[in-house]
Structure formats: structure tokens, C-alpha cells
């Protein structure tokens, strides 16, 4: 079975304070690996994919995660936040099933 | 774009009643899930469905049931509401092949009283 931990639960930073949100995955295999983003009062929204290749892989706004495979993780950066994005960010995992498992998010408020 | 879209943003139905909640996407996707999203504990799977008629349980799939009928539509059913179920539900649908993301509703916040 596939699982996902995010370490950080709450996060607060000042704005152009650098990011970086944890998540490890359970899973013996093949991978596919997400974050995604929900701002308040909006639907779940892709902030980028890990499938295969280059392990750093660069989303939008400015946001990239690097896949390291010993480790497990797929973590999530920025180097200088911004106010709008305060919001909470989730993991997913996606293993030998095309079922994505999501960890329990991380809600990130950023102050201006 | 894939638009997945759930008939209503906001519900309030009394404890004991049968409430559906609607999805629909049109991106002909063949994978479809309902999801429950509480605070601190992330996206569970209720549900999901591969195929016309067919379903799996997921994770906390008991006081639910689910139908799909149509390729484009998967119905979330709540058989007796209880107050344990108030929640913000969230449909997503994804393709079976390749290495694809789940694209997800705007989400149905339900209260039950």
C-alpha cells in the first residue's frame, strides 16, 4: 500500500522568506508524485508532477520539488514566497494503482 | 481545459436524510473519484469508480454508496445522513493510462444538522 507523510502541518512566513514543505511517500515501486495547491475558496490545482527523468522538476508560480529516490521525498520549494501564496499544499503519491493518495496538508500563511 | 463540476457548492440537509451529491467531467476521463477533505487530515477516498457501473470501496467508504451510470457522471450517495458526515467533498477524475494528475471539482461543503 502507498502512503504519504507531510511533516510541516502550519507554516508562517514573511514575505521573500524561502519555502520548503516536506512530504515522504511509502512506496516500493514506480512512482508518480504531485503537489498541488488549494487557495482559499478554490478547487485542488496542480502545482507540478514528478513522472520520470529529471528529478528536479519546476511548476508554476515559481515552485519546483526535487524527487530523491533513496530518500523517498519529494519536497517542495520556493525561494522567496509571496503573500498570495498563502493557501495549503498537498502531496500525492501515485504507486501500482491509478488511485492518487494524498497526505493530510500543509496550510502555509505567508504576511506581508 | 478539463472542467470537473459538482452541482452544488454549499448544502445544509437534516440528520436522517438521503442526500446525492452530482459530479460531472468532460474530458471523457475514465477514472472518477469522490474524496472527503477534513482539517488535519487531508483528502480521504470514499469511493472510486474505472469504468460504467463500476466502483470501488475506498478508505471510508461505510454510510456511502455511489453510481455511475454514465462515463461522465459519478453520483455520491449519503443513505442517512449523520452529523459525523458534515465534511467538503471533492470529485476528481483522472485517465486509466499514462502518467496522469486527478483534476478536481470546486468541492461540495455539506452541513448536516
Known amino acids: 500500500a502507498q502512503s504519504v507523510s507531510q511533516h510541516n502541518h502550519h507554516v508562517i512566513l514573511s514575505e521573500a522568506a524561502s519555502l520548503e514543505l516536506g512530504c515522504n511517500y511509502s512506496y516500493g515501486g514506480t512512482v508518480n508524485l504531485f503537489w498541488y495547491v488549494q487557495y482559499p475558496g478554490q478547487h485542488l490545482q496542480l502545482l507540478l508532477k514528478y513522472f520520470s527523468g529529471d528529478p528536479l522538476v519546476k511548476g508554476i508560480k515559481g515552485f519546483e520539488a526535487e524527487f530523491i529516490k533513496s530518500k523517498f521525498s519529494f519536497n517542495l520549494r520556493k525561494p522567496s514566497v509571496q503573500w498570495s501564496d498563502t493557501a495549503e499544499y498537498f502531496c500525492a503519491v501515485k504507486g501500482g494503482s491509478y488511485i492518487p493518495t494524498f497526505g493530510r496538508g500543509t496550510s502555509l500563511i505567508v504576511h506581508p | ?113
Open chain 2, 1 to 113: 481545459d478539463v472542467k470537473v463540476t459538482q452541482s452544488s457548492r454549499y448544502l445544509v440537509k437534516r440528520t436522517g436524510e438521503k442526500v446525492f451529491l452530482e459530479c460531472v467531467q468532460d474530458m471523457d476521463h475514465e477514472n472518477m473519484f469522490w474524496y472527503r477533505q477534513d482539517p488535519g487530515l487531508g483528502l480521504r477516498l470514499i469511493y472510486f469508480s474505472y469504468d460504467v457501473k463500476m466502483k470501488e470501496k475506498g478508505d471510508i467508504p461505510e454510510g456511502y454508496s455511489v453510481s455511475r451510470e454514465k462515463k461522465e457522471r459519478f453520483s455520491l450517495i449519503l443513505e442517512s445522513a449523520s452529523t459525523n458526515q458534515t465534511s467538503m467533498y471533492l470529485c476528481a477524475s483522472s485517465l486509466v493510462q499514462g502518467s496522469t494528475e486527478a483534476f478536481f471539482g470546486q468541492g461540495t461543503r455539506l452541513t448536516v444538522v
